[in-house]
Structures are given as C-alpha cells and as structure tokens.
C-alpha cells in the first residue's frame, strides 16, 4: 500500500480489537446479544422502564473493564505505536466503551458510543469518572440530585458522540482503517463510504472474518487482530 507519509489516518474499532484481551463482542456467537436483548438493557425505553436491569447490565460490565486481569492486547499498542510515529494525523473512533485503547497509549481518541468508565446526569449534564456500581440511588457529585446518573453509554436510537468531528476527519483521511467490527451498526458502519465518496482515502478492513460491508473497502486483511493489525502497522511504518 502507497500512502504519502504526511497523510491522516482514521481508524475505526469495534468489539472484535477488545476479544483478544479477553472482553466478549456483541454478534459473535455467545457473544453479549446472545445473553440479553438490547431492548431490554440498551434503550431509553429500557432505562424508564427498568433502571436497575439496566443498571445491573451496565455494573456486571464495568467491573469486567475494571477487572486486574484486564489488559490491553497487541493489536492496541500497535494502534498507540502509529499515532506516536506516523508523520501524518492519526485519529482512533471507537465503538468500544472499554478503556483499552487510552492504556495502550492511544490519545487521540474518540468514544462515539460513550464510555463505561463514565457516568453522565440526566438532571445537570455533568460527566464524572466512574469506577463504580451505580443505581437508582446514586448521588449526582455536581447538583447532588439522587436517581439521575445514567452511565454515560450511548443507546440504540440516541445519536453517537462527537459526529461532526469524526465527519471532518473521515473527509480528510488519506487511509481508512476498519478493525474489529461486523459492520452491522449505523453510523459507524457507513463510515468507509464517507471516506469513499470523498475520493481522496484508500480504506482497508482488518477483521477475523469479513464483514457485511467487506466489498466497500479497496484492501482487506483476515485473522486475528493480534497478528493482524501489528503487521499491518509494522508495514505502514517502513514506508512511512
Ligand atoms: N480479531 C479481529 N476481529 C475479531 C476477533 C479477533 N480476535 N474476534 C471477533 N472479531 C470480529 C468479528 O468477526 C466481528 O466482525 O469482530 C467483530 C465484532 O462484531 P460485533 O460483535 O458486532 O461488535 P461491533 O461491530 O463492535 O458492534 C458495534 O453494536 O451492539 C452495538 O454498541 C455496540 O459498539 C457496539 C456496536
């Protein structure tokens, strides 16, 4: 792959970056939607209806994240390694609510469907850290309301997080990376065919198997991200 050294390079991850550290993905096969509906743990609907279900879902998931046994794999490092040494803009958009990428190093980070180590007020807005369970009858630290801290994750039907800014920065890409994601949930899914139409970035798949948008993208690698993905970036990184 030719790629001008000066050029950006946007990266999107899903759950299949996280497998390897050992943090279930959603579609695969006893994967997370296998065990639980998202109607019933990942909607505002649920939330009104059952706050401690999802609470409880949102809890047992945080303390797996928080878990000692828990650590970033090859594949994030690798990621942290290009945004230190490409010449050019590196930016990681991830679907994960892990905090796996920040522990590998990466920086230049965006959460776009929100983050379990965080909590958000539905009452006053403010975002805190949050490394524990919490429940109907959590405290808000800024406006001390009680039963209105949500975990700051993004539900199927609320908008993803910081979408102008990833727009701009799949407009602008020189190389679009897909790592880790089935390509069965908007808008991430679409995201190669922003950097398509805009015409000016090559886009590569690195998944274990393909995904339902495998024909979008001009290249494609298929194993596991461990060994895929350090490869991959150890060729960029030659011909940077
Ligand atoms: N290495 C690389 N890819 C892997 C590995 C691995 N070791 N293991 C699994 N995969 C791939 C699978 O082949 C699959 O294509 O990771 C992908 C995981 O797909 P999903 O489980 O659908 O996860 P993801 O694409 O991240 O889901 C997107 O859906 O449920 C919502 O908000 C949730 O962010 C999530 C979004």
Redesign the pocket.
Known sequence: MKLDRNASIVILT????S??SGLD????EG???SKVR?EDV?TPDAYIANPDRVHEFYNMRRAAVLDDSLHPNA?HAALAELEQHWPGNVLVVT???DDLHERAGSENLIHM?GELLKSRCTACGDISDCRQDLSVNSVCDACHATGTVRPHI?WFGEMPMQMDDIHDALADAGLFIS???????YP?AGFVDVVRVAGTGQTVE????P?SGATHFDDSRY????E?VPAFVRTLLENA
């Open positions: 899903g759950a299949g970056i497998k390897e993905t959603f579609r695969d994967g997370v939607w998202i990942a594949a679907q994960n609510v469907h993004v790592i880790g994601t089935s390509g069965n949930v991430a690195l998944n274990l198997e995904s194993g596991p991200a461990t895929i």
